[in-house]
């Protein structure tokens, strides 16, 4: 069995064999609709014991992937909710906010709870946090410095062209730890 994923429907495609041809040809056996996937009867009665666990095996592993991938969305996203929520209770003090507090309590626990289970402790984070801050590499300075202007041609040497506005600042770069790189004040490589 093959399942196509087409934009609101999943088509299960049968290969059988065309002795015409001499070789296999695909035969649409049904469609399951992506809102609400089951088997319906039609498809059921349109396929052998065999195939139909393969559907719903399969069924069963695509539900599961999408929610694990919603569920990996919703940890990933999960940061920059918390300094949303932040910014909400430092601006307001009502009713509402004391109801979400208390939820989001209960969950914190619950969150600090599943994160100790599975070895993510404080501790063990603010440590390998800490290792990589060491180990990071050459940090980089950026500075400001003015640009002279641009001398002017004379009219009749210059060639017509449109003109075209400059920035008045430019940043250079100037590495700080020199011990890993031996680039010079303008950040380019050592010469050979």
Known sequence: MQFRERRRVIQVIRTVYDPDLKRGRSELVGKIDKAAPVVTDRLQKSCTAEELSEILTYLDDRHNRLRNEAVRAGAETLPAQMREAAEYFRTHRDDDARAFATEIRLAWEELK???????????????????????????????????????????????????????AKTARVVALNTGGSKADETGAPPAA
């Open 113 to 167: 709870t599943a994160l100790r289970d599975s070895g993510f402790s404080k501790n063990k984070l603010l440590k390998k946090a800490a290792e990589r801050a060491e180990a990071a590499p050459v940090a980089v300075q950026v500075a400001a410095e003015e640009v002279a202007e641009p001398v002017e041609v004379p009219p009749a040497e210059a060639r017509a062209r449109k003109p075209h506005a400059r920035k």
